[in-house]
């Protein structure tokens, strides 16, 4: 594909998204994780930083600078959630015009497109950030592979782009895996380089995971040993399966016509070892995460493991079917039709995280009528389908309220009975799901805390 044509179909598509982030930054910011981090960075004046996942530096990057600048609570807000677009469209140039790697940029894309509907919405996630990083090695790697010499700067290169990756998270082992062993069967030349760069990122991985593992990683491997113990041998009817195979077909229609078209083409053409490599790393990727997820979870949560499914249909496509295609518009309109249908779904899936919003704002509403500012509501009566999870209620009702309303509110949604009866004399603090903040060491430009009452608990449909 042409390079040009390829960086003006870019720019359109993450411009539309740099407005969409622009547009729904309460529904992004608003929300769990990103709202917890928000606090910590505005409380601490530092990065949050969890589970030795560094790369975050890079996204909160960008309210820490807003901070720093003195902006509002607002600006920041808005800093943070273009800050994610800003990043994908910058790795996205720098791989198609410095690292000068059509391909590689135009998988980028396609990751950043083919599945993302609610993790758009769901931004903090570490996997998609550490994924850029692995594209950035994937180009560095194809350029070496393709005779564009870069002597001794591409084991240094590699080594810190790997260095990030296997310090981002424990699933980009798979797309890495698959990528080495997909360049092995297309150059079928320089067999050594690439078991010396993948020996090179599994040094990494061990280094993350045996000397910086986290009890939240290791957890998650646990649930998987279980599950598969458990369910044995009723993998099929699962829940998960259920939801996946619906979202396949709503949201992740591409991904079922880009796997079946590499399928037929590998197929037609005799080339049974990559058809097997792709079969085998999408169905045994998609049995990792529906194994251990087999009740389902939040579709934002769950979509965002399944966006390395991209990574196994996504080279194929594009190394091996789009160049037999002779029509170059063809090749563009295939792009833009995939791309454009990514951005329309992130638009239209708001609904769900506006609805959320309008949740929140209407218990503020309603506490302001009520002239209390300090409540610890009990679960009994929530509607957990439209707000999702509840942990990071306090921080998303202080956000929210001092953002519209000019003063913070400290209310909190208790998960067990008696979660937070600790907290009902802490007249003077912000309670949280991890502890109680003191107003007098909160900075008072974005934690404006007036309410020096009690806590009161009370029920759901008290406040309607």
């Not at 789009?322 to 249908?341: E, G």
């Amino acid at each position: 594909m042409n390079k040009n044509v390829l960086f003006i179909i870019g720019l359109l598509v993450y411009a539309l998204m740099f407005v969409f982030a622009l547009l729904f930054y309460k529904e992004r910011t608003i929300f769990l994780d990103i709202a917890y981090h928000m606090f910590e960075i505005l409380r601490t004046g530092e990065f949050a930083i969890q589970n030795y996942r560094f790369v975050s530096v890079i996204s909160q990057a960008f309210p820490l600078t807003a901070f720093y600048m003195g902006l509002s609570l607002e600006q920041i807000a808005k800093f943070y959630s273009v800050g994610f677009i800003v990043f994908y469209f910058s790795i996205f140039t720098f791989i198609l015009y410095i690292c000068k790697n059509t391909r590689i940029a135009l998988c980028f894309l396609l990751f950043n497109t083919l599945l993302v509907t609610h993790t758009f919405y769901w931004i903090q996630s570490e996997l998609p950030k550490g994924a850029a990083f692995m594209f950035l090695y994937l180009a560095l790697l194809d350029n070496r592979l393709n005779l564009k010499n870069q002597g001794n700067s591409f084991w240094i290169f590699s080594a810190i782009l790997l260095c990030i990756v296997g310090f981002t998270h424990p699933l980009l082992l798979f797309p890495i895996i698959f990528s080495h062993f997909f360049f092995y069967f297309y150059y079928k030349k320089d067999h050594l380089l690439l078991i010396k760069s993948l020996g090179l990122y599994f040094l990494f991985f061990i280094i993350k995971n045996g000397i910086f593992k986290t009890e939240y990683e290791s957890g998650a491997m646990f649930g998987f040993m279980q599950n598969l113990k458990h369910l044995f041998p009723n993998y099929i009817f699962i829940e998960s399966n259920n939801n996946f195979a619906h979202n396949l077909f709503q949201h992740y229609y591409f991904l079922v016509i880009l796997l079946i078209a590499v399928s037929y083409f590998y197929f037609k053409n005799k080339n049974y070892l990559k058809l097997s490599l792709v079969a085998l790393f999408s169905a045994g990727y998609l049995f990792l995460i529906n194994i251990s997820y087999e009740s389902g979870a939040n579709d934002f949560y769950l979509e965002n493991f399944y966006l390395l499914l991209t990574v196994f249909v996504a080279l194929p496509f594009v190394f091996d079917i789009l160049p037999k295609l002779q029509s170059r518009w063809i090749v563009t309109m295939i792009v833009l039709a995939i791309t454009l249908s990514g951005t329309i779904r992130m638009y239209q899936s708001h609904g769900i995280y506006s609805d959320r919003l309008d949740w929140l704002r209407n218990v503020v509403e309603k506490t302001d009528k009520l002239q209390k500012d300090k409540l610890i509501i009990k679960l009994e009566g929530i509607p957990m389908d439209t707000l999702l999870m509840t942990w990071g209620s306090s921080y998303e009702f202080w956000l929210l309220s001092t953002m519209e309303r000019g003063y913070s509110s400290s209310i909190i949604i208790e998960e067990e009975k008696g979660e937070f009866d600790w907290a009902l004399y802490e007249n003077k603090s912000m309670i949280t799901k991890w502890g109680a903040y003191e107003y007098n060491s909160l900075r008072e430009d974005y934690f404006i805390f007036n309410d020096t009452s009690n806590y009161k608990k009370v029920y759901f449909d008290k406040i309607k």
